[in-house]
């Protein structure tokens, strides 16, 4: 009886877990689209759209927060690196999800040379979200020069989720397939799995 009363006390704090997670996972994947870029004044046109596409890259963390990720992101004309912002929650209504309230990171760009640039970024949790499979994020970004000195550069980027062909299909065979244990973990074929309880494509099952 105590080991039944467990066995479902640990399988309804991993489903907690799952549904903790969840919004999360649903908008993992990489975006592709526009960057505007603008100093001192918040400005998003023509003149502030960088030609190249770029790419912001979301994942998942195992406390059912993301990792946010500019790529390459650049600055007057110049190539400094990515912008990597970790432990954003994330918001479900439906379709739409919004992001949490999350503390700026410091960037050193260019570090070590004549153009080093010290940058605090965040991502404005008050205007960005997620639609469906479009991403539109403002990610405030302040130059600091020095204690006394610092300069507002914003960014926006507007994009959509990239999906190749025959993936849909590809990723739901693989979560039906997908086993965890207990702590999380991802395991291997069931027929090489200890005794013990799983989640087998998000349900309950026994290994004798």
Not at 17 to 33: C, F, I, R, T
Not at 91 to 109: S, W
Request: charged fraction near 20%; charge should be negative; hydrophobic fraction near 45%.
């Amino acid at each position: 009886m105590r080991k039944t009363l467990l066995l479902s006390f640990l399988f309804a704090l991993c489903a907690a877990m799952q549904a903790q997670n969840a919004p999360a996972q649903a908008v993992v994947g990489d975006y592709s689209g526009e960057l505007y870029v603008s100093l001192l004044d918040e400005i998003y046109d023509q003149d502030t759209r960088l030609d190249e596409p770029y790419t912001v890259n979301i994942t998942a963390e195992a406390n059912g927060t993301i990792v946010f990720s500019l790529n390459d992101f650049s600055f007057a004309g110049a190539l400094l690196g990515d912008i990597r912002l970790p432990g954003i929650a994330v918001n479900a209504e439906g379709q739409h999800y919004t992001f949490g309230e999350n503390t700026p990171q410091r960037f050193v760009f260019l570090e070590g040379t004549e153009a080093e640039i010290v940058a605090d970024a965040s991502l404005d949790h008050t205007r960005s979200y997620i639609e469906g499979d479009s991403l539109v994020a403002y990610i405030p970004v302040v130059w600091v020069l020095n204690e006394d000195t610092s300069f507002p550069i914003y960014v926006l980027f507007k994009g959509k989720r990239l999906i190749p062909e025959g993936i849909a299909s590809t990723q739901a065979a693989r979560s039906a397939e997908e086993i965890y244990d207990l702590a999380g973990r991802r395991r291997a074929i069931a027929t090489q799995l200890p005794k013990g309880l799983y989640i087998v494509g998000g349900k309950k099952q026994i290994i004798k």
